[in-house]
């Protein structure tokens, strides 16, 4: 166990983190997470809970004694990368507010791992996602607003929690929509025609009065749809359509970057459209338009 001292500054870095970074409450709990094992580790490895001074004189030795264990318990690079973020985001917000040098944590190296490129699909098996995900509801109005979702998460680059936390009050879809997302940052974006048609189907059909407070998308019983009733409909699809685990709702999304990208778009605007913090982020998508690239190049190029 933690002491109660390091309990109260964990809770007021967190306090931090959401007013003055704006991090969503999923990132804000993963920062817990990894920060508490953190220092759990360390008050045990400086022999039980003693307060803030033996957090304050941590050493090399004891990183390197911390990230041992860590992989020892067979965390993976990627997974510690990211708790060895969080946990320097912390020391460095701890050091300056108690006075003492965080040289040693802020130096430690991060493990390598190789960055994961998204998985779009194909233009023609995106397109057979929308067409076919509607075949696998019941009842005609579920299989409108499965549709529905599905062609705003293609078709406007949403995220699955962005597309369903529309309200009654957002329809009929406008030219453009507003869109709140990660870390409350907001951005505009153009909805085409196609998802607006789809919307507006999927509300003719639906047996629950449009409430302009209430969720636009419906469960079957009336309450909010949940994004898992989203991803189980995907995956009966890409079963259908012999389409790899990676076609998920969030694919979708990368799909819609991509194939922007290949049809010409400039990456500073789909940036703003897919809200992306950094430039960084979005530009995977360049690596994943020279991979395909690559790949046409290697089927075509008579081998030696």
């Given amino acids: 166990m933690i002491s109660p001292a390091l309990t109260d500054v964990l809770g007021k870095w967190l306090d931090h983190q ?26 045990q490895h400086n022999g039980g809970a003693q307060g803030l001074a033996p957090i304050a004189k941590i050493g090399v030795r004891d990183m390197r004694s911390w990230m041992a264990h860590e992989r020892g318990r067979g965390v ?8 060895l973020s969080a ?3 912390f020391y460095r917000w701890l050091a300056e507010r108690e006075g003492f ?6 130096s430690t190296r991060s493990p390598k791992f190789q960055k994961k490129l998204p998985r779009p ?13 509607e075949l696998q509801a019941r009842e005609p109005w579920v299989a409108a607003r499965d549709s529905a979702v599905v062609t705003l998460l293609y078709g406007c680059g949403l995220r ?21 997302g990660k870390g409350d940052k907001e951005r505009i974006v153009p909805v085409i025609d196609t998802a607006r048609d789809a919307v507006d189907a999927y509300l003719r059909m639906c047996p629950y009065p449009k409430e302009p407070d209430e969720p636009l998308f419906r469960a079957v019983r009336g309450g909010p749809l949940s994004p898992r009733a989203i991803q189980k409909v995907m995956a009966q699809t890409r079963m259908q359509l012999g389409l790899p685990a990676t076609a998920t709702p969030h694919a979708m999304r990368h799909s819609f970057a991509t194939h922007l990208l290949a049809a010409g778009g400039d990456l500073r605007a789909i940036q703003e459209l897919l809200g992306h913090a950094s430039l ?17 190049y290697d089927k075509a190029h008579p081998k030696a």
């Fill in 101 to 106: 040098e965080p040289t040693a944590v802020l």
């Fill in 121 to 133: 699909l194909a233009e023609d098996a995106a397109t057979a996602m929308i067409e076919t995900v």
């Fill in 160 to 180: 699955i929690s962005e597309a369903l936390g529309l309200k009654g009050a957002d329809a009929p879809l406008p030219a453009v929509l507003r869109i709140t």
């Fill in 76 to 83: 993976g690079a990627r997974s510690l990368a990211r708790s």
């Fill in 87 to 89: 946990v320097k985001s």
């Fill in 18 to 43: 959401r007013a003055l970074s704006g991090a969503a409450e999923n990132t804000l709990k993963a920062y817990q997470t990894d920060v508490l094992g953190f220092l759990s580790f360390m008050t």
């Fill in 280 to 296: 960084s982020t979005t530009q995977a998508y360049t690596a994943v338009d020279a991979a395909r690239l690559m790949e046409v």
